[in-house]
């Protein structure tokens, strides 16, 4: 029995490990030559075969989803706000660390753009947060949670940063202060961003 749950460990290690190498080659494959490259070629980089990078995403189209997802800053699993933070310094270091990793290869994200996930999971991270804001009387007067929701998900989106960033003119930090500054028009005047 305790050899069989041994296996069984042992083959879930290397199907995350294949699962790994195939999504780090797509993420290479997808940089040097965009999201139209081949599943062979990905395929061929990862060192599987075709059927392999099939079997573990189903399609292209999974594929670079699952990359996107992947690479997809402070939205893999986000800690829950705990009871009584600030949701103003959970906005701050959403922007923060959004801008910080959203630097480290543009060129990727904007071969990526339009590839990502449908925004249901990020639309629910951003709904909570507005809804905390709410809460806590920290939206501006009229300001709905709706509205709260789409200025958050706009702050933290790679088109807003690569705007902002002008293929590194401006500093990761640079476009987190514009965009906290941005995120002010939401927010109550006793709030701080």
Request: a positive charge.
């Amino acid at each position: 029995m305790s050899t069989r749950g041994y296996r069984l460990g042992r083959r879930q290690t290397e199907i995350e490990r294949t699962r790994s190498a195939i999504l780090n080659a797509a993420r290479q494959q997808v940089a040097e030559f965009g999201p139209e490259s081949s599943v062979g070629k990905v395929a061929e980089r990862a060192g599987v075969s075709r059927i392999t990078v099939y079997n573990h995403f189903g399609s292209k189209a999974k594929l670079l989803e699952a990359l996107a997802t992947e690479l997809t800053p402070g939205r893999r699993g986000a800690p829950e706000n705990e009871v009584g933070a600030d949701p103003s310094d959970e906005l701050r270091q959403r922007i923060a660390q959004a801008c910080a990793a959203w630097a480290t290869d543009p060129g990727l994200y904007r071969q990526l753009h339009g590839h990502g996930r449908g925004r249901g999971e990020e639309s629910d991270l951003d709904r909570a947060l507005a809804e905390e804001l709410a809460a806590q009387d920290r939206l501006r007067p009229g300001c709905s949670i709706k509205e709260a929701e789409d200025v958050i998900g706009i702050l933290t989106s790679f088109a807003v940063f690569d705007r902002l960033h002008k293929g590194g003119r401006r500093s990761p930090s640079a476009c987190a202060e514009i965009l906290l500054r941005m995120a002010s028009g939401v927010m109550a005047d006793n709030s701080s961003v």
